[in-house]
């Protein structure tokens, strides 16, 4: 019997993602796509369903593990980067990295990004999560998206409907795709910008550990009192987390919220040790650390 995914020009098979990622970890993917041009989706979204087959989307890899075991679905790589403007509106494929809209925003005289400069990802991951830094959040400068939803329909929708909140917004509850994103941002003295920019990449370059992760692992307490001005990398830390090791997956010693991979990292090595530290914590500060990055094992999102 063929799938429908078999009858999709492109469709590769077998294809290993440990070098899709920034952790550096997983297996090889059943069915595996190059998405250029984001209006193809909805076809490969629809041919999964009809095989029953699970999918998942991938964009810079920044902020996902693949377990060592691989995905018994279709992985789509978002390749898709068109950047161009509408007015003082800067419209981005879902695909686009954050670093690309930010230097072509520059060069076209807009700012208001530039505190995501070091940011890795997607303008489509980043609208799911509503990312941020130095106080800017996706939501301060997002105007509208265009979305594939849940039904089958794409629509623009704006920011009442997509809801950024903490890390968080309802495509992350509803599981629909973000095709394209309009940002708003403001004319301004593009040096300046430049500059800050610099600066960041500077201060960025200090502070986080290099070598195979996926950056900040736990979000911060948010909506705590008792976690008020606390972070997911200090409680880590005070537990006494950094530079442990389960199997191949250790916590850095530069940064307690970051996990590590030293090549040799299982799945079962990062559920093990994420799940020592939010005991911990939980243990001895009474809060469960919520993880940011994402968990996909063989058959899907692990929770």
């Given at each position: 019997m063929i799938n429908q995914l078999d009858k999709i020009e492109g469709i590769k098979r077998?294809?290993?993602?440990?070098?899709?990622?920034?952790?550096?970890?997983?297996g090889p993917a059943d069915y595996f796509y190059e998405l250029r041009d984001v209006m193809n989706l909805p076809e490969l979204i629809e041919a999964?369903?009809?095989?029953g087959l699970p999918w998942v989307i991938l964009g810079w890899g920044s902020n996902m593990i693949f377990s060592d075991k691989g995905f018994r679905?279709?992985?789509?790589?978002?390749?898709?980067?068109?950047?161009e403007m509408d007015g003082n509106l800067v419209v981005a494929d879902s695909g686009a990295l954050l670093s690309q809209i930010?230097?072509?925003a520059l060069k076209n005289g807009l700012r208001g990004m530039e505190k995501m400069m070091g940011l890795p990802g997607t303008i489509g991951g980043a609208v799911r999560g509503n990312a941020g830094a130095f106080g800017l959040e996706t939501k301060h400068i997002f105007e509208k998206a265009l979305i594939y939803t849940s039904g089958g329909e794409v629509r623009e929708v704006g920011p009442d409907y997509v809801a950024l909140s903490y890390r968080h917004s309802r495509l992350k509850e509803t599981g629909e795709l973000v095709l394209k994103v309009w940002l708003r941002l403001e004319p301004g003295d593009t040096a300046e910008g430049v500059a800050e920019v610099r600066q960041i990449i500077a201060s960025r370059a200090g502070k986080h550990p290099q070598g195979l992760t996926a950056g900040s692992f736990f979000k911060n307490p948010s909506g705590n009192s008792v976690g008020e001005g606390l972070s997911a990398g200090l409680m880590s830390d005070q537990c006494g987390f950094k530079g442990y090791h389960v199997g191949g997956a250790f916590i850095s010693e530069k940064h307690a919220n970051f996990l590590m991979n030293d090549g040799s990292a299982t799945m079962d090595d990062v559920l093990n040790l994420s799940s020592l530290i939010q005991d911990a914590v939980l243990k001895k500060y009474g809060i469960r650390l919520e993880r940011e990055v994402q968990l996909i094992g063989e058959k899907g999102k692990i929770e």
């Open positions: 077998g294809h290993k993602l440990a070098k899709l990622t920034t952790f550096g970890m997983g999964c369903e009809a095989d679905g279709l992985v789509i790589h978002n390749l898709a980067k068109s950047i930010i230097q072509f």
